[in-house]
């Protein structure tokens, strides 16, 4: 039998469509080569349950981690034998139990971190007042489950720095690697039929980062612009205010659609013409390149989103994707109006994107990246495999 480089996938992380960030290094490592051996169990049934439980309620929902980490440890322990333990997302408490039972089998730590808990609910969508009891937890959590890690993996290199600079890390304990995305279903389908109105759609869970705000403003200035429409799919913590915002400026050009299916979002997006990525004025928005931006990149299409340190780390302004200020709906408009007028433009960045993502975003670039930094950091468990 060959032999292979073994990955134990620790923890509670879920593989569902919400999920893209575990299927796609789970579908990197697997194309490397890699054997991945899981070692996962459920305890709650969406994201937004265990981020509830995360963020706030540990303490009454210490019954249900404890019970799962007792299977999680028989199941551990009872695992063949592999080279590494990776913590999968989302893996913030997940890292306690998994730093104790790799040290019993003598196994370094890899943490996919994907994003700062204290970051998220505390800075950006404000949900806790700094300096309250669970603001500090989070800190704690977020800085000891990177301290507890050999590696610790994040979307973007400032966001590596963020985590670096807040939480006292060391910088030489990071990788970064893109988000990427469930390429199962996001691919390039044919171009839309050119019916004279540009399509433009926006998806999200409505938290400051996407700055829903300053894209109905941006409709705002357009809505004497018959030939341009917006689609706003999604449902969450400013949506009502949002809907209230359109109202208010009597915008007849958007619509808004709640939370529809996985495949009737894909079949929404292949259906339009441009995507929207984000233009939050958060400190968070311009550390990231959220999933719609890759999942417009993997589709091929033209995607507008906001001009941060991140995009500009990966995207090139009218080669990948028009690159817009945040936070500035006169800047935003310009630039819809720009692809509205010019169609050659649309179909060069939707083509640059998807060739930058094809080259750089897929689960095989992914893995490709991981093997290679974990061959750097412990050759040792590199020799003899095939």
């Known amino acids: ?37 899981h070692c996962q169990t459920d305890i709650f049934p969406t994201h937004e349950d265990k981020m509830t439980a995360v963020s706030g309620g540990l303490l009454g929902q210490a019954l249900p981690f404890l019970r799962a980490y007792f299977r999680l440890g028989l199941q551990y322990l009872r695992a063949p034998d592999h080279d590494f333990l990776f913590v999968g997302y989302i893996g913030h408490i997940d890292m306690f139990p998994a730093r104790l039972l790799a040290w019993l089998r003598g196994k370094p730590v890899v ?32 800085r000891w489950s990177c301290k507890l890690a050999d590696l610790s993996l994040l979307d973007t290199w400032q966001h590596v720095d963020y985590f670096v600079s807040e939480f006292h890390l ?17 691919f390039p389908r044919d171009w839309p039929e050119d019916d004279g109105v540009l399509d433009l759609i926006s998806y999200s869970s409505y938290i400051p980062l996407h700055g829903i705000d300053v894209q109905l403003d941006a ?24 809907r209230a915002r359109a109202e208010a400026a009597g915008l007849t050009n958007v619509r808004f659609i ?18 929207l990525g984000i233009f939050g004025r958060t400190d968070k928005a311009a550390r990231v390149i959220p999933y719609k931006a890759y999942e417009a990149l993997a589709m091929r299409k033209p995607l507008i989103t906001g001009d941060s340190p991140a995009s500009r780390d990966g995207l090139v302004n009218g080669e990948t994707a028009l690159l817009s200020p945040m936070g500035d709906p006169d800047r935003l408009a310009e630039a819809i109006e720009r692809l509205a007028a010019d ?15 094809q080259e750089k975003c897929t689960s095989r670039a992914m893995g490709d990246a991981i093997i290679a930094d974990l061959r750097r950091r412990w050759p040792e468990k590199f020799e003899g495999l095939t």
């Open 343 to 357: 169609p050659e433009l649309r179909r060069k960045i939707a083509e640059g994107g998807h060739k930058f993502f």
């Open 170 to 186: 060391d910088r030489a304990d990071f990788l970064s690697i893109p988000l990427g995305t469930d390429e199962k279903n996001f």
């Open 219 to 242: 409709a705002a200035r357009l809505k004497d612009r018959a030939d341009i429409r917006f689609t706003f799919v999604g449902k969450g913590q400013l949506y009502p205010e949002m």
């Open 111 to 142: 943490f996919d971190t994907f994003y700062s808990l204290y970051d998220t609910i505390v800075e950006d969508r404000g949900l806790y007042p700094r300096g309250s009891f669970r603001a500090k937890l989070l800190r704690f959590i977020d």
């Open 258 to 275: 709640e939370w529809i299916s996985h495949a009737e979002l894909v079949e929404l997006i292949a259906r339009a013409d441009v995507c």
């Open 1 to 37: 039998m060959a032999n292979v480089l073994k990955i134990c996938y620790f923890g509670t992380y879920s593989t569902g469509e919400e999920y893209a960030r575990n299927n796609a290094i789970i579908a990197g490592l697997k194309a490397n080569g890699v054997e991945v051996i």
